[in-house]
Every structure is written in structure tokens, then in C-alpha cells.
Nanobody, 120 residues
Framework: QVQLVESGGGLVQPGESLRLSCAASGWITNIYLMAWHRQAPGKQRELVARINSGGSTNYLDSVKGRFTISRDDAKNTVYLQMNSLKPEDTAVYYC??????????????WGQGTQVTVSS
């Protein structure tokens, strides 16, 4: 069974930084795409950033230049460095992974979410 566990959320002031981490555990063969999504109250979940197994990245327009996604395959971990945070970044952030386990095709897995609040 695969689990994704996020950490690093919290309350910060506008302009400050946070680093989110998401570690995948279980009997994992390969981790393909990894990503961060977020959902603000009353809004739909949106893709914030994604990174494939080759290291190529894509970002939501509103976070380009401020957020950086990275991964450490040796640790089965994906990170989201968030700089110059704004109140509109406030949301629950969810980790996503497309992960293969032995004997099965790759499946989609989600973390439980971590709250990020940006407020003065």
C-alpha cells in the first residue's frame, strides 16, 4: 500500500516563504509524475506545479517565478518551495503521485493535504 505524507504547511505573513515536502512510502517500483495541487475554500482544486520523472516542470501562471517544484527520487520525495507568498496562495495543498508497485500498473495517489495560510 502506498502512502503520501505531506509536511511543511503553516501560517506565514505575505512575502514570506514555506517549503512543503511529500514523502511516498510503500513497496514502490517507480514514481512517474509528481505534483502539487491546492484547493481554497469555495474553489475547485487546481494544479499548482508538476514534475515528471525526467525533471521537466510546469507551473500555474500565478505562481511562476515564486514557486519551485523539485524531487529526490532516492527519498521518494517531492518538494514545493514557495517564496513571496500572497494571501491568495492560502489553500489546502495536496501532493499527488503516479506510482507503480510490483505486479500492478501505475496508479494515482494523493496525500491528505496540508494547510497553508498567508495572512498579516
Amino acid at each position: 500500500q502506498v502512502q503520501l505524507v505531506e509536511s511543511g504547511g503553516g501560517l506565514v505573513q505575505p512575502g514570506e516563504s514555506l517549503r512543503l515536502s511529500c514523502a511516498a512510502s510503500g513497496w514502490i517500483t517507480n514514481i512517474y509524475l509528481m505534483a502539487w495541487h491546492r484547493q481554497a475554500p469555495g474553489k475547485q482544486r487546481e494544479l499548482v506545479a508538476r514534475i515528471n520523472s525526467g525533471g521537466s516542470t510546469n507551473y500555474l501562471d500565478s505562481v511562476k517565478g515564486r514557486f519551485t517544484i523539485s524531487r529526490d527520487d532516492a527519498k521518494n520525495t517531492v518538494y514545493l518551495q514557495m517564496n513571496s507568498l500572497k494571501p491568495e496562495d492560502t489553500a489546502v495543498y495536496y501532493c499527488y503521485g503516479n506510482i507503480k508497485v510490483p505486479g500492478r500498473s501505475a496508479n494515482d495517489y494523493w496525500g491528505q493535504g496540508t494547510q497553508v495560510t498567508v495572512s498579516s
